[in-house]
């Protein structure tokens, strides 16, 4: 069965997406923020404003190691589920852990892989949480893993032929975006002008953090607890000391997770020792893949000469 998709719709949402440790340490992540358009520009006002207030030009997970960019982490998380919760915007990240079944193989092709992560979140967000109908620009991070650039010369086409029947991932990636998700537009942006990528780069980052450090962060937290005797204090050596960075991030982490609970979003941390959200329909959704059925793996590399 043969089809067309045209394009030069009116576009009514837009997203924001951004990667972290695609293609390093055990967990990775991709961020996605989604709002309707027409937010967007009172949005960016809002955050400009919040970022000029910390004395911070452009904000980056991996950048904070200070006051001041700890600073503008928290005020970001606020500023997130402030609008998450009023139904304005949704923080979407899907992380994926590559000890598990499905990513734990041989010669695992990590470009491919991410682009079915980009897939899965696409299908679990622009549709399944947005009206059916909605029309989108989407506004990856211009430093990214993935090659956008082919996937927008596509839908810059005026018409695209394509065959309903053709496998998820056998070159058609680029026409299920259009057909399935309504993505009218695809063009990669800079954080630094686009200042809702920051927070898709925060929340991203976060939860990679999450995991990787949560052992620590517990360790953390219970130093920081009023109750904890000097002998237990000195249980802990020297060794275990978070690092200066580390130490900012996690006051990061506690907020945002002390003010998730305070308003019950519906986010745990303690009991996946990671940022997790049970309920997907919830607005700021923390998600950990998992393997479909025995027969989902990662896609391999092609080894042919």
Known sequence: MVGAIMTNQTITHIGFSDESNWNTGRFRSLGLVTLPICHLD????????????????????????????RFAAQKMCHFAIEKARN????VDVLIWNIQD???????RDDVANLERMYYHLF????????????VWRLHPDEHTGFDWKTIQDCLKAK???????HPLFSGGFRVRLHQEFGIEEI????????????????????????????EKYEQWI?????QLTLFGNEQHSANESPTRSENERFQVLKTFDDRCKQLKLGVSLKSNRGLRTPDPNNPINFWMYEPQHPEDRAPVKNTKS
């Open 87 to 90: 139904d304005q915007l949704r």
């Open 101 to 107: 079944s499905r990513h734990s193989i041989k010669g």
């Open 222 to 226: 219970n130093t920081q607890s009023s």
């Open 159 to 165: 018409s695209v032929t394509f065959k309903e029947e």
């Open 123 to 134: 299908r679990n967000v622009m549709r399944a949480r947005w009206p059916n109908n909605a």
């Open 42 to 69: 009172s949005f960016n006002r809002e955050l400009c404003s919040l970022l000029r207030e910390s004395q911070i030009h452009e904000f980056k997970w991996n950048k904070v190691n200070g006051a001041k960019e």
């Open 187 to 214: 063009r990669q942006v800079s954080s630094q002008q686009h200042l809702l990528l920051q927070i898709a780069d925060l929340f991203a980052g976060l939860a990679v953090f999450s995991y990787e450090k949560y």
